[in-house]
C-alpha cells in the first residue's frame, strides 16, 4: 500500500473583495502519494495557484484540511509552518529572486547559513547540489547574469539545499522558451526517481504532462480528474479522443 505524502479534505477559498465573498475553490478532495510527481493543471483562473499556496502553508483555506506528512498544517502556529517549509519543502518559483551581491554558489547555501550552518559546510554541500543540475561552471557567476533556464537550474539546486521531502513548483517553466523549460522538466523527472521526493508542481502546458506520474486537472476550483499517468501524454489524449 503506498504512503500518503499530501492529504486534502473538504478544501474551500473564498477571497472578500469589498463587500463581495468571492469563491474559488470547491471542496477539494485530493491525495498525493509519497514519491509522484504530480502535475497540477489547468487554465488560467482556475485556481491551481491558490490551491498550492494553500498547500504550501502561505494561504489559508476557508474550510478543510491540509495534511502533509502526517501533519494538519493549518492548525499549527505561523511560526510552526515557517519552520516546517525550511526543513521538508523545497519551492521553485516561476521567476527566482537573488541577492544581486552574492555568487551562484553563494544563494544556493544562503539558506542553510540562514539556519545556522556554517558557511563552508553550506557552500559544500551546494557545490555537489550546483553539479548535479549541471550547473558547476557558473558557480561563480552572478545569477542575474545568467539566462532563465540557468536560473531555474540554479533555484532546484537551492531547493534541495536542505534535504527536502516535497518541492513545490509554481510554473517554473513558465518565463523559459521550450529548450530551457524541457530540460528543467527532465531534472525535475530524474531527481524524483532518483531520491524519491514529491512533487508536486503547477503548470498550463499541455506538452509537460508526460514528465509526471500523476496528473490533477482543475477547473472552476474544482478537481474535475486525477490520473495515474503510467504512459504519457500520449495515454492522456487517447482517453481524451475516445470521451
Not at 499556496?53 to 502556529?77: A, F, N, Q, R
Not at 490520473?227 to 495515454?235: A, E, L, S, V
Request: charged share 25%; with cysteine; hydrophobic share 40%.
Amino acid at each position: 500500500m503506498e504512503e500518503v505524502a499530501i492529504k486534502i479534505e473538504k478544501l474551500s477559498k473564498s477571497f472578500q473583495v469589498g463587500k463581495n465573498n468571492i469563491p474559488v475553490l470547491f471542496d477539494i478532495d485530493l491525495e498525493i502519494n509519497k514519491g509522484d510527481f504530480t502535475m497540477l493543471v489547468g487554465p488560467s483562473g482556475c485556481g491551481k495557484s491558490t490551491l498550492l499556496h494553500i498547500i504550501y502553508g502561505l494561504e489559508s483555506p476557508t474550510k478543510g484540511k491540509v495534511y502533509i506528512d502526517g501533519y494538519d498544517i493549518w492548525e499549527k502556529t505561523k511560526d510552526w509552518r515557517a519552520y516546517f517549509r525550511n526543513q521538508k519543502v523545497g519551492f521553485i518559483p516561476q521567476q527566482a529572486f537573488w541577492i544581486k551581491s552574492l555568487t551562484v554558489i553563494e544563494n544556493i547555501a544562503i539558506p542553510a547559513v540562514i539556519g545556522g550552518e556554517s558557511f563552508k559546510d553550506a557552500a559544500e554541500r551546494a557545490a555537489k547540489l550546483i553539479e548535479l543540475v549541471g550547473m558547476e561552471k557558473w558557480a561563480d557567476y552572478r545569477p542575474y547574469d545568467l539566462s532563465g533556464g540557468q536560473q531555474q537550474k540554479i533555484a532546484l539546486a537551492r531547493s534541495l539545499l536542505l534535504n527536502p521531502a516535497f518541492i513545490i513548483a509554481d510554473e517554473p517553466t513558465g518565463n523559459l522558451d521550450q529548450k530551457a523549460g524541457k530540460n528543467l522538466l527532465l531534472l525535475l523527472r530524474d531527481i524524483n526517481k532518483k531520491f524519491g521526493i514529491t512533487i508536486l508542481m503547477v503548470t498550463h502546458d499541455l506538452n509537460q504532462y508526460k514528465y509526471a506520474s500523476r496528473i490533477v486537472n482543475m477547473l472552476d476550483g474544482k478537481i474535475v480528474s486525477n490520473i495515474i499517468n503510467k504512459h504519457g501524454i500520449d495515454f492522456i489524449a487517447n482517453s481524451d479522443r475516445k470521451k
